[in-house]
Each structure stands twice: as structure tokens, then as C-alpha cells.
């Protein structure tokens, strides 16, 4: 079965600290994997997207990382800000023939406090 | 442009009502998506469209239908309301579904039936 899991469910920290938020998948076909934001009442928003070959990929304060290997992928936020408060969505996309599905997980919920 | 556009934001339905959910891109996105989150819990797909006139149902489907007259708007309806449905729905776009695609976000309906 597909599935998507992420942890810690929640996390809460200082401005100005980093943290990193973990993602681990068995989803197959793989085609790639995506980190999105969501901040409360709105729509996610797309932060990476990394293919099989891809094992890092940064946006600013912003690092994933891909281990197709193990099935594992990190979120790294370097001098956390407050407007990062929001929850952080890991998700696989499978192949299925013309269309590929998303399988999200449930998501990371970071509070970031002054 | 204004993107993945929703409405209503918010809606209270009594058990057995029926309603629209509205859905519009300007971005010429010939992909549409209906996805319901509920705490706790990943994104589900609902329904999606490869084009005007195209529809397929998707994860969780049951209760609702859509319609794709033309490539800007995918409505979802709702018949016959239960409680089991309350949730937040998020419509989505992208251009194409194959492939590290950008899939993008309308700021969601807040739903719930009583």
C-alpha cells in the first residue's frame, strides 16, 4: 500500500534555530517527491520537488533532501523565522500511467516562537 | 493572474442539502483537481479532469460529482449532505500530470454538515 508518514507530528521552536522534519515513503512506482507549505486556512504551497535522481535541493532558507534508497527525505529550515509557523507536507508522486498521483502525508505542524 | 480561486470559504449545511463547490483557474491549466483534507489526515483526492469534458474519480469519490465545461472551472457538487463530509476542500490546477509537474492550490472551502 502507498503510504507516506511523517515525523515528529509537531514541533516547536526558537526563532532564529534550525530544525529538520523527516518524511519516509512506500510509494511504487516512484516519480518524484515534493515538500509543500501550508500555512493554517490556506492552500499548500510548493517549497521542492526532487526527481529519483536528485538528492538535495535547496530554496532559500529551504533544504531537501532524497534517499531513494531507504525511502527517506528531510526538510532542513535553517534561522527559523516566525513566519515559518505553518505545517509542512511530504508528498510522493507514483506513476500511473499518464498521470502521476500524489500521495500526501499528514503532515508536520512547526511552531516557531519568539 | 489570480490563480486557483474558490468559493464559498466557509459553509454550513444541514444533513441532506446540497451545494456547489466552485473552482476557477486563469492559469490555462488543462489539469483539475478536487482534494478533501480532514484533521489529522493527508490530502485526498476527490475527482480530477484531464480537460474540458473529461472527468475521473479519484480516491474518494462517493457523494460527489463534477462537471469540466470548459478549462477554467471544475465545480464540485455535493448531494444529499451527511456528516462524514465535513472537511476542508482544496481545488488544484497543474499543466500537465506527468512528470515533476507544479500543482497548484486554491485557498479551500471550510465545510460542515450538521
Known amino acids: 500500500k502507498n503510504q507516506v508518514e511523517q515525523s515528529p507530528q509537531s514541533l516547536i521552536i526558537l526563532e532564529g534555530k534550525n530544525c529538520t522534519l523527516q518524511?519516509?515513503?512506500?510509494?511504487?512506482?516512484?516519480?518524484?517527491l515534493r515538500w509543500y507549505k501550508q500555512d493554517t486556512g490556506r492552500g499548500p504551497v510548493s517549497l521542492t520537488i526532487m526527481t529519483f535522481s536528485e538528492n538535495t535541493k535547496s530554496n532559500g532558507r529551504y533544504t531537501a533532501t532524497l534517499d531513494a534508497d531507504t525511502k527517506q527525505s528531510s526538510l532542513h529550515i535553517t534561522a527559523s523565522q516566525l513566519s515559518d509557523s505553518a505545517s509542512y507536507i511530504c508528498v510522493v508522486s507514483a506513476k500511473s500511467g499518464g498521470y502521476n498521483k500524489l500521495i500526501f502525508g499528514a503532515g508536520t505542524r512547526l511552531a516557531v516562537h519568539p | 493572474n489570480a490563480g486557483v480561486t474558490q468559493t464559498p470559504k466557509f459553509r454550513i449545511l444541514k444533513i441532506g442539502q446540497s451545494m456547489t463547490l466552485q473552482c476557477t483557474q486563469d492559469m490555462n491549466h488543462n489539469y483539475m483537481y478536487w482534494y478533501r483534507q480532514d484533521p489529522g489526515m493527508g490530502l485526498k483526492l476527490i475527482y480530477y479532469s484531464v480537460g474540458a469534458g473529461i472527468t475521473d474519480k479519484g480516491e474518494v469519490p462517493n457523494g460527489y460529482n463534477v462537471s469540466r465545461s470548459t478549462t477554467e472551472d471544475f465545480p464540485l457538487r455535493l448531494e444529499l449532505a451527511a456528516p462524514s463530509q465535513t472537511s476542508v476542500y482544496f481545488c488544484?490546477?497543474?499543466?500537465?500530470?506527468?512528470?515533476?509537474?507544479?500543482?497548484?492550490f486554491g485557498p479551500g472551502t471550510r465545510l460542515t454538515v450538521t
Open positions: 488544484a490546477s497543474s499543466y500537465v500530470a506527468g512528470g515533476p509537474y507544479e500543482q497548484y
Open positions: 518524511c519516509n515513503y512506500t510509494v511504487s512506482p516512484f516519480s518524484n
